[in-house]
């Protein structure tokens, strides 16, 4: 289990940026800074704050601030970082304090699991239980690959020891740091593994791959900005080594800003850029138009809506959900790019943990094995399991490769003119994916400050991105301390060595 800000220097960039980046709650808006901070103008008394100080001043501001009445406090010296419950006096405090460099409240990101709030857990029903797997064609395109030698990061609520997942999971990391001491107090996490790779009585999509947990959601299915920064800080860090090539996002927080100054966007395109497939889930609150949440809402993720199999094995009777969201986003983009099941969908259970349906009763049994759930966290994983199966068949795709693949892949469904996944035909279909799309700005400033790219001198908005390699890059070991822009090579990037400090406010929301 991480601490909170146990990596000296990123989280205080990530305070530095996450100005531009979208609240659960309230659109993160910019403020003209003051002579010592930059202070979240949303940020208000009795919420939780991240608060970054200047070097070596993080414990006597964390006296200064309990002077003050704030609670709750967390101190990381190391960090130069405090957390802090703020008291009106606090924050007024906090604003002028010399010693403060940016304060932000640690936003909520929510699992996308039911609908209207409810975790989308439900009764058994009586359908045909291979009706989902079925519908996404992956049983065929087994005949070539499982998945085999492919590892698959779940970021979610973790992963709880399954007699379906035995084996898989290769390595476990709590973000949250709630001492809880289940594997998935929440069960939400457990479910989206077994659809991407249990191999037991149930299987899933891509049987043969391996499970990388990282636990950012709580009992509830809810996290902090703070904890999903740590755990891209170690995928970043740590996923190369571990063969890590496609991640699942199952949540979301709405959108607020532009891609280019948000900081969930920055954070999947620099995993997306590092080689990793990221595929996330648009969230449950359609059909209105506008409604994709972030980070589903960048343009380069494969995002994913849901479709109603109907508990058949047919596929003439498919139809989409119209709870899924649905774009444009606010910077114009169509979403989501594919459908996969998200209605009934039958899935693993964690033992022992009590389920409750949208009306509070509990489901089943503690003993039960499996059980149903519907929301587009469950369309996101079946198109994990794809990404997983693609990248096994072709090892040298890169992620635009996988998109491309399970876009041209697609079928229609009725009700929705975005196609819905289809694994075998994937395997061997090729597609153009986000040609002539800009990178987050947000990221681009974060690596020139730290002088990791170079496009030989070229202004890095005249770039044709569609022929940048990025393929040589280190990302584990990249110095988000001192990235430029005008000297970008993706070749030379060492994400190992990332840190965010030293990005300005000014900088990263200047004018596209």
């Given at each position: 289990?991480?601490?909170?800000?146990?990596?000296?220097?990123?989280?205080?960039?990530?305070l530095?940026?996450?100005?531009?980046?979208?609240?659960?709650?309230t659109?993160w808006t910019?403020?003209?800074?003051?002579?010592?901070?930059?202070?979240?103008?949303?940020?208000?008394?009795?919420?939780?704050?991240l608060?970054?100080?200047?070097?070596?001043?993080?414990?006597?501001l964390?006296?200064?601030?309990?002077?003050?009445?704030?609670?709750?406090?967390?101190?990381?010296?190391?960090?130069?970082?405090?957390?802090?419950?703020l008291?009106p006096?606090?924050?007024?405090?906090i604003?002028t304090?010399?010693?403060?460099?940016?304060?932000?409240?640690?936003?909520t990101?929510?699992?996308?699991?039911?609908?209207r709030?409810?975790k989308?857990?439900?009764?058994?029903?009586?359908t045909d239980?291979?009706?989902?797997?079925?519908?996404?064609?992956?049983?065929?395109?087994?005949?070539?690959?499982?998945?085999?030698?492919?590892?698959?990061?779940?970021?979610?609520?973790?992963?709880?020891?399954?007699?379906?997942?035995?084996?898989?999971?290769?390595?476990?990391?709590?973000?949250?740091?709630?001492?809880?001491?289940?594997?998935?107090?929440?069960?939400?996490?457990?479910?989206?593994?077994?659809?991407?790779?249990?191999?037991?009585s149930?299987?899933?999509?891509?049987?043969?791959?391996?499970?990388?947990?990282l636990r950012?959601?709580?009992?509830?299915?809810?996290?902090?900005?703070?904890?999903?920064?740590?755990?891209?800080?170690?995928?970043?860090?740590?996923?190369?080594?571990?063969?890590?090539?496609?991640?699942?996002v199952?949540?979301?927080?709405?959108?607020?800003?532009?891609?280019?100054?948000?900081?969930?966007?920055?954070?999947?395109?620099?995993?997306?850029?590092?080689g990793?497939?990221?595929?996330?889930?648009?969230g449950?609150?359609?059909?209105?138009?506008?409604?994709?949440?972030?980070?589903?809402?960048?343009?380069?993720?494969?995002?994913?809506?849901?479709?109603?199999?109907?508990?058949?094995l047919?596929?003439?009777?498919?139809?989409?959900?119209?709870?899924?969201?649905?774009?444009?986003?606010?910077?114009?983009?169509?979403?989501?790019?594919?459908?996969?099941?998200?209605?009934?969908?039958?899935?693993?259970?964690?033992?022992?943990?009590?389920?409750s349906?949208?009306?509070?009763?509990?489901?089943?049994?503690?003993?039960?094995?499996?059980?149903?759930?519907?929301?587009?966290?469950?369309?996101?994983?079946?198109?994990?399991?794809?990404?997983?199966?693609?990248?096994?068949?072709?090892?040298?795709?890169?992620?635009?490769?996988?998109?491309?693949?399970?876009?041209?892949?697609?079928?229609?469904?009725?009700?929705?003119?975005v196609?819905?996944?289809?694994?075998?035909?994937?395997?061997?279909?090729?597609?153009?994916?986000?040609?002539?799309?800009?990178?987050?700005?947000?990221?681009?400033?974060?690596?020139?400050?730290?002088?990791?790219?170079?496009?030989?001198?070229?202004?890095?908005?005249?770039?044709?991105?569609?022929?940048?390699?990025?393929?040589?890059?280190?990302?584990?070991?990249?110095?988000?301390?001192?990235?430029?822009?005008?000297?970008?090579?993706?070749?030379?990037?060492?994400?190992?060595?990332?840190?965010?400090?030293?990005?300005?406010?000014?900088?990263?929301?200047?004018?596209?």
């Open positions: 289990m991480m601490r909170l800000g146990g990596l000296r220097g990123f989280l205080s960039a990530v530095a940026v996450a100005l531009v980046a979208p609240a659960l709650d659109a910019s403020r003209t800074p003051s002579v010592t901070s930059l202070v979240d103008p949303s940020l208000r008394a009795g919420e939780v704050a608060v970054h100080t200047t070097t070596g001043h993080a414990g006597a964390s006296t200064s601030l309990a002077q003050l009445g704030a609670t709750d406090l967390e101190t990381d010296a190391a960090a130069d970082t405090v957390v802090a419950r008291s006096a606090a924050l007024d405090a604003r304090d010399a010693r403060v460099t940016v304060a932000t409240s640690d936003i990101v929510v699992a996308s699991g039911g609908i709030g409810n989308g857990f439900e009764k058994e029903r009586l239980v291979a009706a989902s797997l079925t519908a996404t064609r992956a049983p065929f395109a087994w005949l070539r690959t499982t998945g085999e030698g492919v590892v698959v990061a779940i970021m979610d609520t973790g992963i709880a020891d399954h007699p379906d997942l035995r084996g898989k999971v290769s390595a476990r990391l709590d973000f949250v740091g709630d001492g809880n001491t289940l594997l998935d107090p929440a069960g939400h996490g457990t479910f989206i593994a077994g659809l991407v790779a249990a191999n037991g149930a299987r899933g999509v891509a049987p043969g791959a391996s499970l990388v947990s950012v959601l709580d009992a509830q299915g809810n996290g902090k900005l703070s904890g999903v920064v740590k755990a891209f800080d170690w995928l970043l860090r740590n996923g190369k080594r571990l063969g890590v090539r496609v991640l699942n199952s949540w979301g927080a709405p959108q607020a800003t532009s891609y280019h100054k948000d900081l969930l966007s920055a954070l999947v395109e620099a995993a997306w850029f590092s990793i497939t990221v595929v996330v889930a648009v449950n609150d359609g059909p209105d138009a506008g409604t994709v949440t972030a980070p589903a809402t960048d343009p380069f993720v494969v995002s994913v809506g849901s479709y109603n199999d109907m508990g058949t047919l596929t003439s009777d498919d139809v989409a959900s119209t709870f899924t969201a649905r774009g444009p986003t606010l910077d114009g983009f169509a979403k989501p790019d594919t459908l996969a099941p998200g209605e009934h969908v039958l899935g693993l259970r964690v033992s022992g943990l009590v389920y349906d949208a009306s509070g009763a509990p489901i089943g049994s503690t003993t039960d094995r499996y059980i149903h759930m519907t929301g587009t966290s469950a369309s996101s994983a079946f198109v994990t399991g794809v990404a997983a199966l693609v990248k096994a068949a072709r090892p040298s795709a890169t992620p635009n490769d996988v998109k491309g693949a399970i876009v041209a892949s697609g079928r229609q469904v009725q009700g929705s003119s196609t819905a996944v289809d694994a075998f035909s994937a395997l061997t279909r090729n597609g153009t994916a986000n040609a002539g799309l800009v990178p987050s700005r947000l990221l681009a400033k974060i690596l020139t400050t730290a002088h990791q790219l170079n496009v030989n001198g070229v202004s890095w908005e005249n770039v044709n991105w569609d022929v940048v390699s990025w393929d040589g890059v280190s990302w584990e070991t990249v110095s988000w301390e001192t990235v430029a822009w005008e000297t970008i090579s993706w070749e030379t990037v060492a994400w190992e060595t990332v840190t965010w400090e030293g990005v300005s406010w000014e900088d990263s929301v200047s004018a596209e």
